[in-house]
């Protein structure tokens, strides 16, 4: 009966549903993305254009927007500290901020969050990059409450630092942390407190996904899906049990592309075991994984892909004898590739799939492209420069793309 109310409870307060122009996480509405909004083809007359730009310390952290306010996570120069920033969507103009101190971090990648803010329930979520964890109001920007999740489980911060973005659910917000007992770590929306902690593996460096695939119970909270260095994890967002596992090869420097969700089928991709589907099944109310089919050529190293019925399409990258990243598509229900764009980026490169089916893609170098795909094959239809290098996912909302680079926070018109 207890797990009646708190399942009640559980989806009672399940995150609203977000303006439909809205970006109120990584990688989207739907945490996979997807736009439900489309972008016409320009011209060089009528190439994208910046509205504004403001100073953005470096950083990895995306900004993500709601209503009238987008948002960006930051460190503050020259200090051991890091800056929460609400500006105003129209003009770029400060609303409100807040700077806090953190444990000191040095490293070659750069001090900014990796992590990116989550907007949920009037709220604000943001992430640090040596795990300091803050909730605002998202409107007054009052902090509700703040931890240091690595001082408070003693546990050893991971060699990228901390990448995951968190995962909103109700009243959970979910994290890894890494170490025994607390690989994933579900605390109390509303006052910071763990709700629960659990398995052993490495702190991921993906973030974590929500999956209401595969029969099921109706009413059931969807399973919270977690790709660590070891597996996939299916867990029960309400106490932290475990579902449903399926083993990885090990990635001991961890993995960073977000799972796809496609149906009953979850596709992860990594550098170490290219791409593999795993199907989720329900059998007397047991639930379990198995491998539909993998494409070891189909490696991917941080960037993620994004889906559509009848096609994948993965951000896959080839390190040596020199790093080149491609734009490559698969066949959902083989695993077979389809097709492949090369050189799309260096490194790195950010899709968005956009409502029409096609794909505005900003790659490592600033350069904004957008493509129509099919099974058959890509199309580019334009490009424009809009930032500088960057490895910064941007955020779509009602017709502006908001890009970061090295400098700059940048607001680009992309619709007349």
């Known amino acids: 009966m207890l797990r009646v109310y708190l399942l009640v409870g559980l989806l009672l307060l399940a995150p609203s549903r977000s303006q439909a122009a809205d970006w109120p996480q990584w990688l989207g509405p739907e945490r996979n993305g997807v736009s439900h909004e489309s972008v016409a083809a320009w011209s060089d007359a009528t ?8 100073t953005a310390p470096q950083s990895f952290s995306s900004p993500v927007v709601s209503g009238d306010l987008v948002y960006m996570h930051s460190s503050v120069p020259g200090k051991e500290q890091e800056q929460v920033l609400a500006l105003n969507v129209a003009t770029g103009e400060r609303v409100w901020s807040d700077t806090y101190d953190r444990p000191s971090y040095k490293s070659v990648l750069g001090v900014g969050p990796r992590a990116t803010p989550t907007l949920a329930q009037g709220r604000l979520y943001t992430l640090g990059i040596n795990g300091v964890l803050s909730c605002y109001d998202a409107k007054s920007g009052q902090r509700h409450w703040q931890v240091d999740l690595y001082e408070q489980f003693q546990a050893e911060l991971p060699g990228f630092a901390v990448c ?3 995962l909103v659910i109700g009243n959970r917000v979910i994290v890894s942390v890494g170490g025994p007992g607390r690989c994933a770590v579900a605390l109390n929306t509303v006052n910071g407190e763990v709700a629960w902690q659990a398995f052993d593996d490495a702190a991921s460096t993906s973030s974590a996904i929500l999956f209401s695939g595969g029969a099921r119970t109706p009413g059931a909270a969807p399973d919270v899906v977690l790709m ?11 106490d932290g049990s475990l579902r449903w596992e399926h083993p990885m090869v090990f990635q001991p420097q961890g993995t960073s592309p977000t799972p796809l969700v496609l149906g009953d089928r979850i596709i992860g991709s990594t550098q170490a075991h290219g791409a593999v589907s795993v199907r989720v099944q329900t059998a007397d109310d047991h639930r379990s994984a198995a491998e539909d089919w993998q494409n070891a050529a189909a490696k991917s190293y941080f960037s993620s892909g994004v889906a559509s019925a009848d096609a994948l399409y993965l951000i896959t990258n080839a390190l040596e004898p020199l790093p080149t990243t491609s734009l490559t598509c698969l066949d959902p229900a083989s695993g077979k590739q389809l097709w492949a764009e090369e050189r799309i980026g260096y490194f790195h490169a950010s899709p968005i799939r956009l409502g029409d089916g096609k794909l505005l893609i900003l790659n490592d170098s600033g350069l904004l492209t957008l493509l129509e795909v099919s099974r058959e094959g890509a199309h580019e239809l334009c490009r424009a420069k809009v930032c500088g290098g960057t490895l910064v996912a941007p955020a779509l909302a009602n017709g502006r793309l908001f890009v970061r680079d090295d400098k700059e926070l940048i607001c680009v018109q992309l619709t007349p």
């Open 228 to 238: 660590t260095p070891l597996r996939l994890l299916g867990i029960d967002p309400l």
């Open 164 to 166: 995951c973005s968190p």
């Open 47 to 54: 190439a994208p254009q910046a509205i504004w730009r403001t």
